[in-house]
């Protein structure tokens, strides 16, 4: 069978997402389109997302009416939440199924960053729904991108592997957030009857809390207008290099591409800026960083994070906020996001680079203590304050790797 795979939070599920499905159905003549919730995104916050009853329960009223589009509850009942993960588990299990994985337009430029794309790409063809309000070249950039790194057939799929797909739709930027955040009665013209029906009667999304978190294509739009293109360029090569390292270490990969992406986010900030932040929001200001300001982007940072983007998870916040100091006993992640700053693929100029990233994948506590000792070497050398962070950082990596 020719199976289209349309998976998402679906929080909730509203008539852009059966529209996709509609147009790909008909567009590619599928057997069945499933639109399939997913278990837990790893880049959301799942105390913010509503309960998998409510979910699915929407879904199963939004396509209840339609022939060959139905719900799937596969993701949910295999815990899945990476979709290389859930498409190589339907290989096992249908081997003879085509798969024709469905995304919206505005996920292609973040694809590469997904856990495993080789694999998606191996186990699905890609449907890439293309919106009517998405830059055209730049899309279209993407996309040849996309199928010059994978060796992608983009003009004839005839048995769906290695394949991309454009469908050119009416489809524009209508996002489940928006209806999280707005008065139910605004975005009733953008809900299945039913799903408004149900959201109504169950009293969803009645508290402004509610799933506020930024997706990461809107952090990277918003960042690309707030810093400098150099800066831009270098926080993609620490976000792209961190989910490279997270994958080695056995670290979830979107929250070490999230924290990399965030990393930076009080960097246009001016020294004069960063103190007021912190003395608005009595956030502490040590006696180093009274002196040296610009180490205050890292807990700026973590508070941008959480009150612009509101991003919840401790563990990346805690990340953004140690990765300019470092300190004793950091997590995997923190460890991660401070190197993986310190090497990304945009650095040139610290020393032993080409040793650093011999070493990144290979062993993170020795990775970790000589970008501490070169960064010690370094500010001795210019005569400049070190943070206490700093030193007991470095102290308490020498003796890990004693130890080892």
């Known amino acids: 069978m020719k199976i289209g795979l349309l998976g998402g939070t679906f929080d909730p599920v509203h008539n852009t997402h059966i529209y996709m499905a509609k147009e790909t159905l008909k567009a590619l003549k599928l057997d069945k389109v499933y639109l399939m919730p997913s278990f837990c995104p790893p880049h959301k916050n799942s105390a913010k997302i509503t309960s998998e009853y409510h979910r699915i329960n929407m879904v199963k009223l939004a396509v209840e009416e339609f022939d060959n589009i139905e719900y799937s509850d596969f993701e949910i009942k295999n815990k899945f939440s990476y979709t290389a993960d859930t498409l190589t588990a339907w290989k096992e299990l249908y081997p003879e199924d085509e798969l024709y994985f469905i995304v919206g337009g ?210 990346v916040l805690n990340a953004v906020k140690w990765h300019t100091t470092g300190k004793p006993e950091m997590t995997k992640l923190e460890q991660i996001i401070f190197c993986a700053d310190y090497i990304e693929p945009g650095r040139s100029v610290q020393p032993n680079l080409s040793f650093l990233r011999q070493i990144a994948m290979k062993d993170l506590d020795l990775l970790t203590y000589h970008i501490l000792k070169d960064t010690l070497n370094y500010l001795q050398n210019k005569n400049q304050l070190i943070d206490s962070f700093t030193k007991e950082a470095y102290e308490f990596y020498k003796e890990k790797i004693g130890e080892k």
């Open 106 to 315: 505005d996920s292609v430029s973040s694809f590469e960053n997904w856990y495993h794309p080789e694999i998606i790409l191996e186990k699905a063809a890609l449907v890439v729904i293309r919106r009517n309000d998405l830059t055209l070249g730049s899309f279209e950039n993407t996309v040849k991108k996309l199928i010059t790194k994978y060796h992608l057939n983009s003009e004839k799929i005839s048995d769906c592997q290695r394949g991309l797909v454009i469908l050119d739709t009416d489809v524009s930027g209508i996002s489940s957030s928006f209806i999280r955040n707005h008065p139910l009665e605004l975005c009733k013209d953008i809900l299945p009857v039913k799903v408004y029906e149900y959201i109504r009667k169950n009293k969803l999304y009645t508290d402004e809390d509610v799933n506020m978190a930024w997706s990461v294509s809107e952090i990277k739009s918003d960042l690309q207008k707030i810093l400098k293109e150099s800066r831009y360029v270098h926080t993609l090569g620490v976000a792209k290099t961190a989910k490279d390292m997270a994958e080695i270490f056995d670290v979830n990969p979107n929250q070490a591409y999230l924290a990399g992406l965030l990393h930076d986010c009080a960097k246009h900030y001016s020294n004069e800026q960063l103190i007021e932040t912190c003395v608005k929001n009595n956030i502490l200001i040590s006696k180093y960083e009274k002196n040296a300001p610009y180490l205050l982007h890292g807990k700026v940072g973590a508070y941008i994070a959480e009150k612009k983007y509101y991003i919840e998870d401790d563990q």
